[in-house]
């Protein structure tokens, strides 16, 4: 057959404006109602499956995952998720089962993909779908916890995640805001009713100074302090109640952490606490978070699990944790520690008692 070279060009040449003009007078269908054709569908899927696999590859994936941190992650996906793609004893909205695509009853396909690429999905979402990214792209490590409850969740019982995700209510709450009690009960789900943290990777709010709690909700609602896991609870909470809240745990009794811990790493965190390290101009810790009559917006770190200890200085020194208006103080206290220090750090502070600073609350 003969092609007219000439013929070809200018058909390709008036496509763009046949598809502008079919858009504007219509022609393409946007109603969900119908659902996509076959080969839309295909097409779609294909393309996302495709594009999800090739980004992946590009991405870290930690040697282990982080399985302390699954009760938050469980916690959030209570919140975030569940109401989209359902959770074990909760079906899917009906509602959500109106969207086109709909969103997948995850426990039947996590095992269609790998870490990375759950990571891939649930950092950056999916686009054209509804399929939302991380509340922030600075962090990881919560992302990485959302992929280990992720991996779990095929075989979770209906008890067993009811226990995470509410704790002691074991029910779906109600809307978080609204009165006081129910904005308590939302932040017990992770943190306990106590404050004390119902895992490694919560803090212990129970003791803590009132001024920094409250602060530090405001810093999540705001952003000057990013975590996906905290902005949701403190944004739903509202204003109205931070000063009720930071208050309350405050007033609750601090845990007394008993000793123990391998004594050489417990010795050298002592140090590096009292002393600092000055080749790498590390200042000693307690200079701040020891003395009665700080700042009330310098928090107690006697106490905190181990891990949370860990996981918040590796943030300061990748110049990701943000904070309060004293933030950057701290950040510049970070820089110069390395990963023994920060663990021996851990090892001391989480075996620790508070000194308190009521002096100037
Ligand atoms: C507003 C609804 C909505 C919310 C909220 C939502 N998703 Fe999705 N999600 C979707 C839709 C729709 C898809 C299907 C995307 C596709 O097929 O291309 C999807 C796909 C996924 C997939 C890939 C599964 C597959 O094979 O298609 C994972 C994993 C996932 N979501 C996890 C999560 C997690 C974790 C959260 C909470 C942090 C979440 N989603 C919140 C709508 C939602
Ligand atoms: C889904 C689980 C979850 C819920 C619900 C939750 N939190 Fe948190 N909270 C966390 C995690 C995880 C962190 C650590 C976040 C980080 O890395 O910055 C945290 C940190 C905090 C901090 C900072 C403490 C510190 O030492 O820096 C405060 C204050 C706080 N939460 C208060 C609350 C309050 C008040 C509520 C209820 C309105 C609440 N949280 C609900 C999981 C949760
Ligand atoms: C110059 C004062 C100062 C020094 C020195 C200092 N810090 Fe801090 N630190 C702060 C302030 C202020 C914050 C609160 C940051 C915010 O959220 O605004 C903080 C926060 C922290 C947190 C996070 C607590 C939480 O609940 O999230 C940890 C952990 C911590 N410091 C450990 C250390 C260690 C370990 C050292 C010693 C190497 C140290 N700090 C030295 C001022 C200091």
Redesign the pocket.
């Known amino acids: 057959m003969h092609i007219s070279w000439k013929k070809l060009a200018i058909a390709l040449a008036i496509l763009p404006f046949v598809v502008v003009l079919a858009a504007w007078i219509g022609f393409f269908n946007v109603g969900a109602s119908s659902g996509h054709w076959k080969i839309t569908e295909w097409f779609l899927?294909f393309a996302?499956r495709s594009a999800v696999r090739t980004y992946a590859l590009a991405v870290d994936v930690p040697g282990a995952l982080p399985r302390h941190a699954v009760q938050p992650a469980a916690g959030?996906?209570a919140r975030?998720?569940a109401?989209?793609?359902g959770a074990p004893g909760e079906p899917r909205s009906p509602v959500?089962m109106r969207?086109l695509?709909?969103?997948?009853d995850?426990a039947g396909?996590i095992g269609?993909?790998s870490d990375a690429e759950?990571f891939r999905?649930?950092k950056h979402g999916?686009r054209f779908?509804?399929?939302?990214a991380w509340p922030t792209q600075d962090r990881d490590d919560e992302v990485w916890a959302?992929v280990a409850f992720?991996r779990e969740l095929p075989s979770m019982d209906e008890a067993t995640y009811r226990d995470l995700a509410y704790g002691e209510r074991l029910t779906p709450p109600a809307d978080a805001a609204g009165t006081l009690p129910q904005a308590l009960a939302d932040c017990a789900r992770c943190h306990g009713k106590d404050g004390l943290g119902r895992g490694p990777a919560i803090p212990v709010l129970a003791g803590q100074s009132e001024a920094y709690l409250l602060e530090s909700l405001r810093a999540y609602a705001e952003e000057g302090r990013a975590s996906g896991l905290m902005s949701l609870p403190a944004t739903e909470a509202g204003p109205q109640f931070w000063p009720d809240l930071a208050k309350h745990f405050a007033a609750l009794p601090a845990m007394h952490p008993g000793g123990g811990g391998e004594p050489a790493l417990v010795w050298r965190g002592k140090e590096i606490a009292e002393r600092g390290v000055k080749d790498a101009n590390v200042p000693a810790c307690l200079g701040c978070h020891g003395r009665q009559d700080r700042s009330p917006l310098y928090p107690s770190i006697a106490g905190q699990p181990a891990r949370y200890i860990e996981a918040q200085l590796g943030l300061f020194r990748a110049g990701k944790r943000g904070g309060t208006r004293f933030g950057h103080l701290m950040a510049n206290a970070a820089k110069g520690l390395t990963d023994d220090d920060v663990r021996a750090l851990a090892a001391y502070f989480s075996r620790s008692a508070a000194p308190s600073a009521t002096a100037t609350r």
Do not use: K, N, R, S
């Open positions: 899927h996302m959030h996906f975030g998720c109401i989209c793609h959500a969207m695509p709909q969103p997948p995850l396909i269609e993909w759950l999905i649930v999916v779908t509804g399929m939302p959302m992720l």
